[in-house]
């Protein structure tokens, strides 16, 4: 058995995923505002620093896997601090711990909204780790009301897995044993969406921005799969990618674009 520490548990995709691995056997710590084994918020430094260190601890000192869940789509620059630094940081903390694990594996969840219009202004401040910056430029974008501050969310999940792209062949990661990857999901039967889909316009806008040939919208456990595989011992070699976990979305909207 191994030992994943999960954010986003209390919650859709980290929920299923937590409760996954434990019906496999596996030991969960699970990191989350309220209702986790380590409840801190990961949009503040001192926040991320305090999950970190709680949930080595509730681990016993070893953690095989970091399975990032937590994220937000809210239109204002809080989604930058949750999504990119709450993710980065966080994994960045662990890394050090996860490298003394015989199979130490990182995944993150990312989005196909990664794939939508951002702010490549916004994405180059949070690549660069300069999350007042990040902030400033998010709050700007959010001034300008919510479809214009919606920016926040695909450029978080731009810098996201574009960063994973980056650290996964780095020293940090790759030079520690350890793949990182990132999962991007369609739309998912969770908490984030739920509101969305219940108004028939939203569901519309939902499914032209998103649309999904196979099977429709997911569960949550469907993306639990995926990640629950990237971070076992079975994946040794896949590293710095973002997988599509969509039902086509991908292959509709980007084509031949490959
Ligand atoms: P959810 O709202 O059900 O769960 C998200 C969890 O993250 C919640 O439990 C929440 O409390 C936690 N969280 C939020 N801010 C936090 C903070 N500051 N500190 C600690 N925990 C915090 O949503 P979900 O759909 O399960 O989303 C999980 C991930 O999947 C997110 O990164 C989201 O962007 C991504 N995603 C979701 C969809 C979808 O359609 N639902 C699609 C693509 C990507």
Avoid at 54 to 61: D, I, Q, S, T
Avoid at 127 to 137: K, T
Wanted: a negative charge; charged letters at 20%.
């Amino acid at each position: 058995t191994r030992t994943y520490i999960v954010t986003g548990s209390a919650s859709g995709i980290g929920s299923a995923t937590a409760e996954l691995l434990r019906e496999r056997g596996h030991k969960v710590i699970g990191v989350d505002l309220r209702n986790a084994d380590v409840e801190a918020d990961l949009s503040t430094p001192e926040g991320r620093q305090t999950a970190a260190d709680r949930a080595v601890e509730a681990a016993g000192g070893s953690v095989d896997a970091v399975i990032a869940c937590a994220g937000i789509s809210a239109p204002i620059p809080l989604t930058v601090s949750v999504n990119f630094f709450g993710v980065t940081e966080f994994l960045d903390r662990l890394a050090p711990v996860l490298a003394r694990s015989e199979a130490p594996r990182a995944v993150v969840v990312s989005s196909m909204a990664s794939l939508q219009p951002n702010s490549p202004e916004l994405v180059d401040a949070m690549l660069a780790g300069d999350e007042a910056m990040a902030r400033q430029i998010g709050q700007k974008l959010a001034d300008q009301g919510p479809q214009i501050g919606y920016l926040n969310y695909p450029s978080s999940k731009r810098a996201l897995s574009r960063w994973v792209r980056r650290e996964s062949i780095g020293e940090r990661y790759a030079g520690n044993g350890i793949p990182l990857n990132a999962v991007a999901p369609g739309t998912v039967l969770t908490a984030m969406t739920r509101e969305l889909l219940a108004a028939p316009e939203g569901a519309k806008m939902v499914d032209e921005n998103v649309p999904m040939p196979l099977n429709g919208h997911s569960e949550p456990v469907v993306i639990a799969r995926l990640l629950a595989w990237l971070a076992s011992e079975e994946n040794t070699h896949l590293a710095g990618q973002t997988i599509y976990c969509d039902g086509g979305a991908d292959a509709s909207l980007r084509g031949d674009d490959i």
